[in-house]
């Protein structure tokens, strides 16, 4: 929901047009062996679950609006448009129900994070990840 | 939605370093126009051919454009004070009170565990399913939740709320826990609209209530019960006079709701209903919706009545919301309302009416 401007709309139009086809890994980060299904990473990025199925806290990380594995993870885990995910959000900020995982704009910030963080989970295109991260799960 | 600002003016005021807060600046706004085409009024009330598209704040259509009875602007500020400690203000200003901005929702918010938070200060009132984002429009499909539904006088209550969430055998159970209190001393609906439209004091007490969720894939079920105490002064001719109910100086209203939502693939399914029970006299209230999304676009229809042994009126609505920005959608409706009230408890008799507009969030 963070504000933009008027060519980042147009990007992300041209973008919704061709979806990131590549796979996408959501990686935790190496000391964290928890197993994770699409359902629990689903639930983890709407605020409805605060920890990982092994009960430690998770803190999930998003990637910025607009960019091409954000549209494929929305679709893919979460099974909705931006659009149903920015109208869900509101509802819980204003109502002081929940709060939007935290944004960064790049695949790397998400892989230093994740590296520096047992509780931090956060997705790249599969490609993108490395040795400093472990894969717990890939959505194809 | 969010944009981080440092407090730095704490920070040069002390001229040393201090641990600074995160403050959050989130907000919407919903810029509404529109008029009624034809309606009956209410001529023994000496009310024109109008649209009552907000209760609780008067928010009136006549035949002339007007865009203030749907039209605001709400900003909320919310300071995160780490190890789950938050505070939160919403500043809302409307223009079916000119715009004058005033503080809606101010609490402090505690995470006690990773299912439990506590929540302290001033709140809206989760009675109806759309209650505590109503002013919120891009969250939902319609121009607004149906005034049907929503007519109850108070919005807000001053107290504390704890919420919860649990993961049970694949559903999402949430809900909270509330009391608290509101004493709003020139009620807007009664002073200004209902008769005698004398200034009017109007108290709820001993709320407590509660709402439970439960969630499971494309289907949300919630239920919602809440009982208080009413209470209430009228100003007349200058003079105070405590409003009685037969005998008695106050009376009891116990409020109970069900909810069923369904996101099935491109379908939408919305319904709600509810029963306020104020010392026996029942009000009955429920709305039911259909949308269908076809890729930014969202036509829906909607039906929506209130029913008590005098007061009883329907909306049925046709509209179509436009998600055409990442951030904001545009939506046009149309508004039937019956009005079949008895002599003298008509609201604002008969009208048809369209409203269009932009919701945004920020």
Redo the contacts between chains.
């Keep these: ?4 401007c008027i060519s ?2 147009v990007a ?1 139009l041209a973008l919704s047009a061709s979806v990131l086809a590549e796979s996408l890994a959501i990686v935790v980060h190496p000391a964290n062996a928890t197993d994770l299904t699409t359902e629990d990473v689903s ?1 983890l990025y709407l605020g ?4 990982f199925p092994n009960g430690e ?1 998770a803190v999930p990380i998003n990637l910025a ?2 960019m091409l594995a954000r549209e494929s993870f929305d679709q893919r885990a979460l099974s909705r448009s ?2 149903q995910l ?6 819980l ?5 929940g ?2 995982p ?2 960064v704009d790049s695949h790397e910030e998400v892989l230093k994070l994740v590296a520096t963080n047992p509780s931090i989970i956060g997705y790249v295109p599969a490609s993108a990840a490395d040795e400093r991260v472990r894969i717990a799960i890939q959505l194809d | ?3 981080t600002l440092i407090a730095t003016a704490t920070g040069l005021l002390l001229l040393q370093p201090v641990a600074y807060a995160n403050v ?1 600046v ?1 907000g ?1 706004a919903s810029v509404i126009g529109g008029r009624v085409l034809s309606g009956t009024g209410v001529e023994s009330e000496g009310i024109p051919p109008s649209f009552l598209a907000n209760y609780p704040l008067v928010g009136v259509y006549e035949k002339d454009w007007s865009f203030k009875p749907d039209t605001r602007f ?1 900003l ?1 500020f ?1 300071a995160n004070l780490t190890d789950g400690l938050s505070a ?1 203000a ?1 500043v809302v200003a409307r223009g079916a009170d000119d715009f004058d901005a005033r503080f809606e ?1 101010a ?1 402090l ?1 505690y995470d006690l565990n ?2 439990w938070t506590l ?1 302290a200060g001033k ?2 009132l ?1 009675l109806y399913y759309y209650s ?2 109503f ?2 429009g ?3 499909l319609w121009i607004r939740p149906p005034a049907d539904n929503y007519t109850w006088q108070i919005f807000n209550y001053t107290g504390v709320n704890a ?1 919860f ?1 649990y ?1 049970v055998g694949d559903w ?1 159970i ?1 809900g909270n826990i509330y009391t608290g209190r509101e004493d709003d001393s020139q009620n807007k609906l009664l002073s200004e609209y209902f008769p005698p439209r004398q200034p009017t004091r109007e108290i709820w007490k001993n709320i407590v209530g509660g709402v439970l969720n439960l ?1 499971r894939d494309w289907l949300d079920i919630r239920l919602t019960y809440m009982t208080y105490i009413n209470e209430r002064y009228r100003t007349i001719d200058g003079v105070v006079e405590r409003v009685t109910w037969g005998d008695s100086l106050t009376r009891r209203g116990k409020f109970a709701g069900v909810s069923v939502n369904m996101d099935f693939g491109s379908w939408i399914f919305l319904s709600e209903l509810n029963r306020l029970d104020l010392d026996g006299g029942k009000f009955d209230t429920y709305m039911v919706s259909a949308g269908y999304r076809i890729n ?1 676009f969202t036509p829906y229809i909607s039906y929506a009545d209130f029913d008590s042994a005098n007061e009883k009126h329907n909306t049925t609505s046709l509209g179509l919301r436009w ?1 055409f ?3 904001a ?1 545009f939506k046009f409706q149309y508004d039937d309302v019956k009005d079949k009230s008895e002599p003298f408890w008509e609201v604002a008799g008969d009208s048809k009416s369209i409203t269009f507009g932009v919701d945004l ?2």
Aim: aromatic content about 16%.
């Design positions: 929901m963070n504000f933009r980042i709309m992300s639930r409805r679950a605060r920890t806290s609006e607009g931006s659009a920015k109208a869900y959000w509101s509802k900020v204003f109502t002081g129900k709060t939007p935290q944004e | 939605m969010k944009k959050d989130s919407y709400g909320q919310r939160t919403q929702w609490y918010s990773d299912h929540q709140k809206r989760p505590d984002f002013d919120v891009y969250a939902y919420m969430n993961f999402d949430s969630n930014q998600d920005h990442s951030n959608a969030v920020f």
